[in-house]
Every structure is written in C-alpha cells, then in structure tokens.
C-alpha cells in the first residue's frame, strides 16, 4: 500500500487479505451479516438494518473523534463474491466499504478495503483545523484502518475455521 503523501482529496485506500479454508458460500453468510460487525471491532459499537438489505445505521466512538452515528448504503451484493457499502451519501460517500471473496486453493480469498471520500467525513474537520497536517491525518487514520481490518478478517477466519 502506497500511502506516503496521500490528502484527502484523492480518496485513498487501504486493503488486507486472507485465505480461509472454507468455500466462499461458507465465508459469505458471516462477511455479509452486518449484525457481527461490531463483534469484530473496536470502533463500530451496533448497527442497526433501517432498510432490511439497503440501509443500515452503524454507532461508532474513537478515543480522538468521540461517538457518531452514520446511515450506511449497500451498493454492492452479489453473493458470494462482493458485499460493499456506502457511508453517508451514496453519491459522494465519506467512505467505501468492500468485503471480496474469491475461490482459492480450495478455500476462500477473502479481502476487505476501504475507500476514504470523496465526501466528507470525521476526519475532514480534524484536516480543516490542522490542514498543515493533512498528509499525516490521513496516513495515521489508514494506518488504523489497515490494523481494525486485519482484525476483522482474523475474527472472521476465527469464527469460520473454529467451527
């Protein structure tokens, strides 16, 4: 991942993978029930369906931004390949969410990335306030991004392979 320099503006990403020995039919149904989520972090604190398969509403609370609440839209599910969701606005989201599951050796390659903006979120007001800082405040954030991930993702392979 190439974060050195990123703003804002050109909506970085950031993506980690694993490989599950289970069949993608078998990772999809706990990758795309929103209701585990806030098992597997430390951020997100419930969701809640407003929409049953469209819309969602996730609580969240960071040490640095404190709680908010945003609505959530899926954008993308095509079991058992894709599940992905748009925060805020679909048009011009805060972020991009995307869980991707393809066969491999048997198993599952399971990847989740994330799309910062283009719209505005949490960490455009921390930028307005330190824009000097810009570059920092996004890598800093990515870098958090990429930890609560691989968390995820080992939670997931937990959950399935523990079976």
Not at 117 to 136: H, N, T, V, Y
């Amino acid at each position: 991942m190439e974060w050195t320099g990123a703003r804002y503006a050109d909506r970085p990403t950031a993506e980690v993978s694993t490989w599950i020995d289970a069949l993608p039919e078998d990772v999809w149904p706990v990758v795309s029930d929103i209701s585990l989520m806030p098992s597997l972090s430390a951020e997100l604190q419930s969701v809640e369906w407003c929409e049953q398969g469209r819309t969602f509403v996730g609580r969240s609370k960071h040490d640095a931004f404190g709680e908010w609440e945003t609505t959530s839209y899926v954008v993308e599910c095509e079991a058992p390949r894709v599940f992905s969701w748009a925060v805020a606005d679909p048009a011009e989201p805060s972020a991009i969410w995307k869980f991707t599951l393809e066969p491999d050796n048997g198993g599952t390659r399971l990847s989740q990335w994330m799309q910062m903006g283009p719209g505005r979120s949490g960490l455009s007001f921390a930028i307005d306030r330190m824009p000097e800082k810009e570059q920092k405040i996004v890598f800093v954030r990515l870098r958090e991004f990429e930890t609560a991930m691989t968390g995820n993702l080992a939670a997931i392979k937990e959950r399935i392979e523990g079976r």
